[in-house]
């Protein structure tokens, strides 16, 4: 299935499987520039992760050095109607911007440097690992332009409000080591060892419940921004937002791990 994929996605992104996890590889040259054929994509690998059997998370990364994306294509953008012309049927903006079916968690890790549309994407993932030489930034005002693909929304809720908008106010890059000490990266390795860094989270993330991966993302997801006492008060039952939720609470797999734990085994998931 992979290779016919790919087949379809050449020139644009190529699939690799390890195990679990399914390696999503932006490759358009040179700098991965997000157009309307690479937001959709990336919109149909997501997709694919989605609804395989085989893959439980994936990593989101770039193919070449120069960058992990640099952001809008704007050889397309110049010329095409008013919704700018890049986006993908559900995913919005690189494809993953505005992919609220996504449930399996999606890891970006940082090969190159991440600009506009670029940080976008990482901030669109549930876990960010970054080169040592790779940086951020958000250079849309000064190309006339907002970061409204999650820069200005997701930015300020990640990492303290005035950091996250001085950073758009004025275009400055964020550097790796920037990106750690505020907490908006989990980790930093050298270029070379980026990768393998990504497999070894990933791989222990596979080691999780399935269902109760899902669950947490879909949570997460609904309670942002809502008041404590509110959050406090969500439960499976709480509404069609939450059927993976009320689907990890109803699975033998929740009853699974705790057996596993008293018998001191690895749990076998079912993803049922």
Known sequence: MIETLNAELAGFVELHGEGRVLEIRMVKPKVNAICRRLSRSIEQAALFLQESGDYQLGILTSAHDRAFSAGMDFNESVSSDGDGGVGAIKGGFGGITRLWDLKKPLIAAINAPAIGGGMELALACDLIVMAEHAYFQLPELQRGLLPDGGGLQRLPRRIPY????????????????????WGLVHRTAPAEELRALAFSIAHKMALDAPLAQQAFKEVLRNIDGMPDRDAMEIRGDSGPEYQAFARMLASDDMLEGQRAFLERRPPKWTGA
């Open 162 to 181: 005035n950091v996250a908008t001085a950073m758009i106010w004025t275009g400055e890059r964020m550097t790796a080591a920037e990106a750690m000490s």
